[in-house]
């Protein structure tokens, strides 16, 4: 799965993988989102009673189910599609096109719950990474976030999300670990796998690893240092500390770890543009390559996985293809980029 | 208050776009079927094809339609945003007057007609 994946032809059967797996993403969401709304609801009865005064929730739950019902007109072409049968191509791009609108609202209503009250992580989640990583390793605290796939580990990197200056933020830099989960997903353990990569850059922060990677034993800053050049290892540094995070959730939970990442992301209707990506993520199917890589060298079969890298990398390929020029362009040469980094890294 | 960070023609829109998708593939698979559904389907879709071209009328592309945004600051990192640009205006223009033709029995869409009008809704509605 190295670098620009190839535009494969029509191919019905992972076309209709693809459309099952994202369809049951969207369906858990669904699903999730109703019972969180559902629990508001009834918190703010309990605390508004005899209060006839519309909530906050009500337009939500109505949007919810007036979507689930516009969806569930398509019911039958759905189903046929499913099932495989032969459907031409408006019946093909309508089933794929309702879907894709009825996923779109569904994430509108998840950013939304930032209007409501916040809940609580689950406390088995922290359980889990406690489990995974031991006891002496540092604490963490999980909150939940209204971004589906928003998973951040550092307090000032969530700050930074909501535009937070920086001179407010100089007092915060010590925030400690905080990662970010999303609202959705606070009881389904599917999701913490996500969490598992996050813990990974608190442990990498804590021992210093990327960083030992990229600088060595030398300092992370050089007075004088040419800037392009302090530039350039500061992308190394990112790059590389993405990398090791993949690397420490895949030692604990395997390919599992990856599942979150390519389920969010082919719920998402395109790919984010480049200026939209995190300066630190290599491009997802090369996340995929290096961390099947290196669960080969501990061993680790991934083969009961490759049925969804395969359709994740024609998911890609596709949304790739739609995107416009130049952004098309400007994608592919920054996956180029991306790529080489890893090769020569490689050789060194 | 649902509607007080997203503008109340974003939320409803997408709704007319989904039936009008459902409509439309209702109609690929025969052109002759008409009912209830698909012509109040594609009814929306003529009215959704409006508000495009009304939406950029009020905030031209590339500028948030609302100012200040604290939500979509907050979600920063999603996939593409934007307002629909001038050449979803002018398509806009020409899927309603395909769909004005076919609620008023003038024109029997073919299959290629029905794909791009499909993919104009996608598109379009599926902006975030």
Known sequence: MAGVPELRPDDSDLERRRF??????????LSRLNQILERQKVFITAEHAGDESASAVDPLIEHLAKHTETFL??????ALF????????????????????FITRILRVHEMLLLLPREAAKPQASFMLRDCFGRNDPKSSIVLTNFISA???????VLDKVNVEQNERGNLTQGGNVLCQAFADKDNPLAWAVLAHEYGHALDDSNKISQGLVFGEGPESIAGEDLNVRRKRDWDSAVVAETVADFIAAHVLGPASL??????????????????????HPPTPLRVQLVCEYLKALGVNTVDFDPVFEVYKFDYARKLKDMEEPERSRMERWEVRRTRFFRRSRTR | ?????????????????????????DLSSDSAAWNARVENGLRDGIVYCQAVRLREEIVPSGKSSDGWNPLKRSVENAPDTGTPSADACAESEKIEDLLSRIVSREHRPQLPELVWAIEFFRKTATDR
């Open chain 1, 20 to 29: 099952s797996y994202v369809l049951s993403e969207a369906l858990e969401k």
């Open chain 1, 73 to 78: 007109d398509n019911s039958s072409l759905v």
């Open chain 1, 82 to 101: 499913l099932r495989g049968a032969q459907l031409n191509e408006a019946q093909k791009k309508g089933a794929i096109a309702a879907l894709e609108i």
């Open chain 1, 151 to 157: 998973y951040e580990y550092r307090f000032e990197d």
């Open chain 1, 259 to 280: 599942m979150p990442i390519l389920f969010v992301e082919m719920m998402y209707p395109r790919l984010k543009k480049v200026e939209r990506r995190s300066a630190g």
């Open chain 2, 1 to 25: 208050m649902a509607t007080a960070t997203v503008p109340r023609s974003d939320v409803y829109l997408s709704l007319l776009a989904g039936r009008a998708v459902t409509a439309l593939a």
